[in-house]
């Protein structure tokens, strides 16, 4: 079979595709924000109305969050089975005076798209939808049977599709899941993705006195909550960023020697990660390098903290609440409700007298790891290879896609994360952005993958 037709045909395309994915990313569908329901669920409706003008069966499915589209071509049973994974849904905005161009009104500068959801995960995913538009369009015969199951709470941390993995295992049998959801190594060099880390999101509240208090006529007299979240927060980790949780590391799988040298050879360079966040150095675990603490170490953070007055001016109390977010990036083979439970334990414990603690497990995510020997990561291999024209290296990533665990233990198949981001596009920030470079690769690697991913080609 000739790929020729298909690399013609986008060639052909490219502003078109362009285009359309400008229309989808005008969309504001931010899954947390309960007033852009109706956005949200027009973006769900976009992506399922094109896949049903290019002749899939499509279901828009209505759950007690954002709907979930479905959709498969003709399925046959002499041919090998993909299933797509992506998400409509993306982060909210703010703060909106940062960005250089309104967030949902695309802007092309340089051959770069910039507008929220361009990398995260609209644009990635669009990638799956124009490189079968291109088979079909084309007329060429599909190698393979193709599903999609697409989400829109993917980053509000919505329950629908695991419970939908997990009632419809037959539903979404496949060979493979391929998702398009991380990033390349860097501008040269794609990468695939073979270990996300997972997640245990944690909110502290704390209560002191009835109400904020004049700080000359009672302090020192009563404890006061902004002193304590802090006393508590100063003991979450030690000054070498060790996390200080009993039973905290009990789970994680080490880093061996292998994957050392694979990431050393990586040559990862911390100018790198000063250009791409605007810090002035590297901080973290000690005796881990930059990589390894990035993509194999377990974290925990701060990601909000709260109590008093931060207004103009001084103003005397002692405040009766504060409070904080914390964020911990979990690896494997980390439990995340085990280790919900063992921060709050350890909360509770640490916590000064004087204060009502209350805890809350916000919603978490499994880390996940899958085997970079199989056929179809080959196959995977392969195609990225032709698509950007580079062999890829394997990469793990920070971030978390909740859903790919229940992947693994419902549909007990490979999933290949096959990244076409990159790790400054500002995702979940002001600005984002997405290469067109990448984009149109990334609509060649999945054409290829339907290909490569046939038994012909083992
Ligand atoms: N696409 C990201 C995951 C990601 C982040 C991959 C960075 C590669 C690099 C995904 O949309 C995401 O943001 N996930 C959330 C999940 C959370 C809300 C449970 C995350 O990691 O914060
Ligand atoms: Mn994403
Ligand atoms: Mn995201």
């Known amino acids: 079979m000739s790929m020729d037709p298909i690399l013609n045909y986008l060639d052909k395309n490219r502003d078109r595709h362009v285009e359309q994915l400008c229309d989808w990313l005008r969309i504001p569908s931010i899954s947390?924000?309960?007033e852009h329901n109706e956005d949200t669920k027009r973006a769900a409706v976009f992506v399922a109305d094109e896949l049903r003008e290019l002749g899939l069966h499509v279901e828009v499915i209505?759950?007690?969050?954002?709907?979930?589209?479905?959709?498969?071509?003709?399925?046959?049973?002499?041919?090998?089975?993909?299933?797509?994974?992506?998400?409509?849904?993306?982060?909210?905005?703010?703060?909106?005076?940062?960005?250089?161009?309104?967030?949902?009104?695309?802007v092309i500068k340089d051959g770069i798209i910039y507008a929220r959801g361009g990398s995260d995960d609209k644009g990635q995913l669009y990638t799956h939808?124009?490189?079968?538009?291109?088979?079909?369009?084309?007329?060429?015969?599909?190698?393979?049977?193709v599903k999609f199951i697409i989400e829109g709470e993917e980053e509000c941390g919505g329950p629908a599709i695991y419970k939908y993995v997990e009632a419809h295992p037959d539903k979404l049998a496949c060979d493979a899941v391929v998702i398009s959801d991380t990033s390349l190594y860097d501008e040269d060099?794609?990468?695939?993705c073979y270990s996300?880390?997972?997640?245990?999101?944690?909110?502290?509240?704390?209560?002191?006195?009835?109400?904020?208090?004049?700080?000359?006529?009672?302090?020192?007299?009563?404890?006061?909550?902004?002193?304590?979240i802090c006393e508590i927060v100063a003991k979450l980790k030690d000054e070498h960023g060790v996390v200080l949780i009993p039973g905290f590391y009990d789970d994680v799988l080490p880093v061996d020697d292998t994957e050392k040298e694979a990431f050393a050879s990586l040559n990862y360079r911390d100018e790198v990660?000063?250009?791409?966040?605007?810090?002035?150095?590297p901080f973290g675990e000690k005796g881990y390098t930059t990589l390894e603490r990035m993509w194999a170490r377990p974290t925990c953070d701060v990601n909000g903290l709260w109590s008093g007055y931060s207004g103009e001016g001084a103003k005397t109390i002692i405040p009766s609440l504060a409070g904080a977010k914390v964020s911990m990036r979990l690896v494997p083979n980390q439990d995340p409700k085990t280790i919900a439970k063992l921060f709050e334990a350890y909360v509770k414990d640490i916590a000064p007298e004087g204060v009502e603690v209350t805890v809350i497990d916000h919603h978490g995510a499994n880390p996940v790891m899958v085997?970079?020997?199989?056929?179809?990561?080959?196959?995977?291999?392969?195609?990225?290879?032709?698509?950007?024209?580079?062999?890829?290296?394997?990469?793990?990533?920070?971030?978390?896609?909740?859903?790919?665990?229940?992947?693994q233990s419902s549909l007990k198949q490979p999933v290949l994360l096959l990244g076409y981001g990159l790790p400054n596009d500002n995702i979940h920030s002001p600005n984002e952005k997405f290469h067109l470079?990448?984009?149109f690769n990334g609509i060649k690697t999945t054409a290829w993958m339907f290909r490569e991913a046939t038994r012909s080609h083992v």
Not at 129 to 137: D, N, R, S
Not at 273 to 281: E, Q, W
Request: glycine share 12%; net charge negative; charged share 25%.
């Open 189 to 192: 060099t794609p990468a695939i």
């Open 273 to 281: 990660l000063c250009k791409d966040t605007g810090a002035s150095g």
């Open 437 to 439: 470079e990448n984009y």
């Open 129 to 145: 939808v124009k490189a079968l538009e291109a088979y079909l369009k084309t007329g060429t015969e599909l190698p393979v049977n």
């Open 371 to 407: 085997p970079r020997d199989s056929e179809m990561m080959e196959a995977g291999m392969r195609a990225m290879e032709k698509g950007f024209g580079k062999r890829p290296v394997f990469i793990r990533e920070g971030g978390s896609i909740p859903i790919v665990g229940t992947f």
């Open 196 to 228: 996300l880390k997972g997640l245990a999101y944690m909110e502290i509240n704390l209560r002191g006195p009835g109400a904020d208090l004049h700080s000359g006529s009672f302090g020192g007299t009563v404890q006061n909550p902004g002193n304590a």
């Open 32 to 34: 947390s924000v309960s």
């Open 62 to 106: 209505e759950t007690e969050g954002h709907p979930l589209v479905y959709a498969e071509t003709e399925q046959r049973d002499d041919r090998r089975t993909l299933l797509f994974y992506g998400h409509y849904d993306v982060q909210p905005v703010d703060p909106l005076d940062l960005w250089d161009s309104p967030p949902f009104e695309p």
